[in-house]
């Protein structure tokens, strides 16, 4: 009995797709580190978001948002340094509290990353 060869390249292109959606995954642009560190409690509050990021990211489609104890954080432009990374300064003076950083950007490929981290201030505690 010979093996049914649509059979074989059915199983070798089923294989072949498992294998290359992890390779696909990893293309999309991602944070590598955040500053302040997530889950990060700081004493001094910290005058910016910084992301470095796997790929240099589209400033086009790149987002930083900060949602803080009473509310919205108000941020300066959003601008790309060098070393792949994207930085958003505070315009005032962070209170005590839990911060919420929400995040979008691409990379190479075109696709859109999100995802958020937080962090929290504890200065003069």
């Known amino acids: 009995?010979?093996?049914?060869?649509?059979?074989?390249?059915?199983?070798?292109?089923?294989i072949f797709l498992a294998a290359l959606c992890p390779?696909?995954?990893?293309a999309h642009n991602q944070v590598l580190k955040t500053e302040p560190a997530a889950n990060a409690?700081?004493?001094?509050?910290?005058?910016?978001?910084?992301?470095?990021?796997?790929?240099?990211?589209?400033?086009?489609?790149?987002?930083?948002?900060?949602?803080?104890?009473?509310?919205?954080?108000?941020?300066?432009?959003?601008h790309s340094l060098p070393d792949k990374s994207l930085v958003a300064d505070f315009k005032g003076k962070l209170s005590?509290?839990?911060y919420v950083v929400n995040?979008?950007?691409?990379?190479?490929?075109?696709?859109?990353?999100?995802?958020?981290?937080s962090f929290t201030v504890k200065s003069g505690l």
């Open 1 to 14: 009995m010979k093996p049914n060869l649509f059979r074989l390249g059915t199983a070798f292109a089923i």
């Open 23 to 26: 390779m696909l995954a990893l």
């Open 41 to 78: 409690a700081l004493k001094t509050a910290p005058a910016h978001v910084e992301l470095w990021l796997s790929e240099k990211p589209d400033l086009t489609i790149s987002k930083i948002a900060v949602q803080g104890p009473s509310g919205p954080v108000e941020m300066g432009p959003i």
């Open 96 to 98: 005590n509290g839990q």
């Open 103 to 117: 995040w979008q950007t691409a990379g190479d490929d075109g696709h859109v990353s999100k995802g958020q981290f």
